[in-house]
């Protein structure tokens, strides 16, 4: 069985302050890993992922995460804030076969100005 | 714009009725899922299908079924709908069955009244 937490359901940052959303999984086997973004009245859309390879992935608009077997996690962060980071931010595993995928309850960003 | 389509945009109706929700993928996407996000619920995986068959089934309850038709767009009927059943609905393509990047259509916004 899979299993994504995510701690932290509201984070808030300082515009321009380090952005870290955490996301640990659990899975019988090395899975793949994903972090969506959901803006307001919108669907979701991919930052970045993790299938295999190099354990730091970088996405879209400065995020990147870090895979670690060792904790099973897949942090997300962003060095700067932005205020258009605002969003609700989802990570998501999945097994190396097939494509059902298994999300985490998702976590608010606010980002002050 | 992601190029998965979804209409109706907001759907009304009362408990006991039934709904269809209509998806069309992205030009050359045969995969397509079903996912229901509600507050209490977070983001469900409901059902995945490819080049028409169902490949995948999460927490698709027996009121629900869904279907994609030769064109690749899919439907999800809903019915004897309870309040409960009140969520925002999305369905994503992807290329293929592998861990390709799922692509969200904007959503459908059913309200059981």
């Known amino acids: 069985a899979q299993s994504v937490t995510q701690l932290g359901s509201h984070v808030s940052v300082s515009e321009g302050a380090l952005v870290l959303l955490r996301c640990n999984y659990s899975s019988s086997v090395p899975p793949y890993l994903f972090w969506y973004v959901q803006y307001p009245n919108q669907g979701l859309q991919l930052l970045l992922k993790?299938?295999?390879?190099?354990?730091l992935v970088k996405g879209i608009n400065g995020f990147e995460a870090e895979f670690k077997k060792s904790e099973t996690s897949f942090h997300l962060t962003k060095p700067s804030a932005h205020m258009s980071d605002a969003a609700e931010y989802f990570c998501a595993v999945s097994k190396n076969t097939g494509n059902q995928f298994y999300f985490g309850t998702g976590t608010s960003l606010t980002v002050i100005p | 714009d992601s190029g998965v389509t979804q209409t109706p945009k907001h759907l009304i109706t009362a408990t006991g009725q039934r709904v269809t929700l209509r998806c069309s993928p992205r030009?050359?996407?045969?995969?397509v899922y079903w996912y229901q996000q509600s507050l209490d619920q977070g983001l469900q995986f409901l059902i995945q299908y490819y080049n028409g068959e169902e490949r995948a089934k999460g927490n698709i309850l027996e009121r629900f079924s869904a279907q994609q038709f030769p064109d690749l767009h899919s439907e999800l009927n809903l019915s004897s709908l309870e309040l409960g059943d009140s969520a925002l609905y999305f369905c994503?393509?992807?290329?293929?069955?592998?861990?390709?990047?799922?692509?969200f259509g904007p959503g459908t916004r059913l309200t059981v009244l």
């Open positions: 994503a393509s992807s290329v293929g069955l592998t861990l390709d990047e799922q692509f």
């Open positions: 030009s050359g996407d045969l995969s």
């Open positions: 993790y299938t295999t390879g190099a354990t």
